[in-house]
C-alpha cells in the first residue's frame, strides 16, 4: 500500500516552514514559527525563553528542550507520568524537571514532540 498524498503534496505544492527570533525589552528570547502552504503564511508562537519572569516554553525532544524549529534550549528530564483519560492529544501527563541557561525549571505537558510549559522553581 502506498503512501497517500495530500492536495497541496499531489500538485506539487511546496509546504515551507520558518522562525523568526525576538528579543522582548525584559531581554526574553521569543520565537514565532511560520508555515506557508498554498501562499498562505500561518504564524504562532514558538519558543519563549523569559528568565526574569521566570517562564519558558519549548518542545520535549528526548532529553532536550527544542525551539519550535529545533534549536537547542536546555535539557529536560521526566520526574512522573501518569494517565489521561478522554485527552484527544495525548494518553499520558508528565512532570518534567529543566535546565536552561543554568537555571531549575518544573512544568507538565503531553510527552515526545509535544509543547511544555515550565515555571522557575529553586534547585534540587
Known amino acids: ?9 499531489a500538485r506539487g505544492d511546496a509546504v515551507r516552514t520558518s522562525s523568526e527570533l525576538h528579543s522582548a ?12 502552504h498554498e501562499g498562505r503564511a500561518y504564524t504562532a508562537l514558538g519558543s519563549v525563553v523569559d528568565h526574569e519572569s ?7 525532544k ?3 528542550l527544542t525551539s519550535w524549529e529545533g534549536a537547542t534550549i536546555g535539557t529536560v528530564r521526566e520526574v512522573s507520568r501518569w494517565p489521561l483519560h478522554n485527552s484527544g ?6 512532570s518534567y524537571r529543566a535546565t536552561i541557561d543554568g537555571r531549575s ?20
Open 62 to 64: 528526548g532529553a532536550t
Open 25 to 36: 525589552p525584559n531581554g526574553a528570547r521569543v520565537e514565532t514559527g511560520t508555515v506557508t
Open 89 to 94: 492529544f495525548s494518553t499520558s501527563m508528565h
Open 1 to 9: 500500500m502506498g503512501r497517500r498524498l495530500g492536495r497541496a503534496q
Open 54 to 60: 521566570g517562564y519558558v516554553v519549548g518542545y520535549v
Open 105 to 124: 525549571y518544573h512544568g507538565r505537558g503531553m510527552g515526545e514532540g509535544m509543547l511544555l510549559r515550565l515555571r522557575a522553581c529553586t534547585p534540587r
